[in-house]
């Protein structure tokens, strides 16, 4: 999955997959970052977990 309103990653060129429960994985060419959030129950969504998101955005300020 690419960068995108339904999977926001970190920028244009980050490209990853969510996964059931919240878990998140993606990389982003650019930066260079490779970004992993995994946990241990289920979610009834797949994108947009607020947890695996508000680390990204996180890891986006810091960058």
Do not use: C, W
Not at 28 to 39: H, N
Request: proline residues 8%; glycine residues 20%.
């Amino acid at each position: 999955m690419l960068h995108g309103s339904g999977a926001p990653l970190l920028a244009p060129g980050s490209f990853g997959h969510p996964g059931r429960g919240g878990s998140l994985g993606f990389a982003d060419p650019e930066s260079g970052i490779a970004f992993g959030y995994v946990t241990n129950g289920h979610q009834k969504g797949v994108t947009s977990d607020p947890r695996a998101q508000a680390l990204v955005r996180a890891v986006r300020s810091a960058v």
